[in-house]
């Protein structure tokens, strides 16, 4: 009796001061990313806006703004998730190193063998070690989503080796270890924003970009010129999907435990679609008059771009990237 009488009063406490907490929280909040909506970050989006709605009972609405509407690229939306501005973005980590210089170990080229292996990374301690390191930028990072492997186009020629892609110009993210590996390949690099990108290929003020098979998709890149696609896959592309720390610290915490959660979820659903699709967006590629060159000697990328290994690698704990290389 006693015992269900404590029982009933902690439960009345717990209803009391968590429960209408949780129930009167409302919020409309603004998801942001460089891409339009039918490219797998915006569809991740949706998801998680739906999802969020769904289980907030429609408390939390979140709103999408594609296409950099709210910033002119990744590194200027990441400064409005700092300020509050924003509250969710997905993003490469392109300029994110700028922010949290540790998330820069993902971007050595030829780091990861496979899917497999990156799913083994960014859900295990090293991941979220990374994704942890952004609260001291006061940032929140919930879950990794992506981008994909990267691959080198241009409106030149067919890049089957490196040597074939000596003196290319070509526009690489606001990353400073990409920036390396290019100049390493010898090719000629110039970081530029992503909102920069498309109207640089159309006046040939650069010959090609490099970019994961959905974003040169959804971006229609061969209308801008662009001719020939290396699937070179020189580097993968992790996307963290980031909140303001100043949105997810006014959250009552079960809502930030939802937020993750659900985020995380929506991680791996993104994830697979974006891989599923690949083969069917670049068969319709082809089909625009884009030459896919699946024959890519990528032995000759990985052996010209070693240097960047040397000159970065200093900068990262030795046990963490051989725990990166080594993950099975
Ligand atoms: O995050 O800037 C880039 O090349 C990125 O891959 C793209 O905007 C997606």
Redesign the pocket.
């Known amino acids: 009796m006693k015992k269900a009488l404590v029982l009933g009063f902690a439960v009345a406490l717990i209803v009391f001061c968590i429960g209408p907490a949780q129930a009167q929280y409302k919020a409309t909040m603004r998801l942001a990313?460089?891409?339009p909506m039918d490219h797998p970050?915006m569809v991740g989006a949706q998801k998680f806006a739906d999802l969020i709605k769904e289980r907030t009972n429609g408390r939390i609405e979140i709103k999408l703004y594609p296409s950099n509407q709210l910033g002119k690229?990744?590194r200027e939306m990441t400064e409005g998730i700092q300020q509050g501005a924003i509250d969710l973005l997905?993003?490469?980590t392109?300029p994110l190193g700028g922010f949290s210089p540790s998330i820069n170990i993902l971007d050595f080229p030829f780091l990861f063998r496979d899917f497999n292996h990156v799913d083994l990374v960014m859900d295990g301690p090293i991941g979220r070690k990374l994704l942890d390191d952004f609260e001291k930028v006061n940032i929140k990072a919930l879950s990794f989503w992506e981008?994909g492997f990267?691959h080198l186009t241009n409106s030149k020629l067919e890049v089957k080796k490196v040597a074939d892609a000596k003196g290319l110009k070509i526009r690489t993210?606001e990353n400073k270890v990409h920036l390396s590996a290019w100049k390493d390949a010898g090719l000629n690099p110039t970081p530029m924003?992503?909102g920069e990108?498309y109207t640089a290929l159309q006046q040939k003020v650069i010959d090609g970009?490099?970019?994961?098979i959905a974003?040169f998709y959804s971006s229609k890149f061969w209308d801008a010129g662009q001719k020939y696609f290396s699937l070179t896959a020189h580097v993968y592309?992790p996307?963290p999907f980031l909140m303001s720390k100043k949105t997810y610290d006014s959250m009552p915490k079960e809502d930030q435990e939802l937020f993750v959660k659900t985020s995380y979820e929506t991680g791996k659903f993104q994830r697979k679609i974006n891989r599923d699709a690949e083969e069917a967006k670049l068969k319709e590629m082809a089909a625009k008059g884009v030459a896919i060159v699946r024959d890519v000697d990528r032995e000759s990328f990985k052996k010209a771009m070693a240097p960047t290994y040397e000159a970065f690698s200093s900068q990262f704990p030795k046990a963490d990237i051989e725990a990166i290389m080594n993950a099975k």
């Open positions: 990313s460089a891409l970050y690229g990744e997905v993003t490469s392109g981008n990267r993210m924003a992503w990108v970009q490099e970019n994961p974003v592309s996307s």
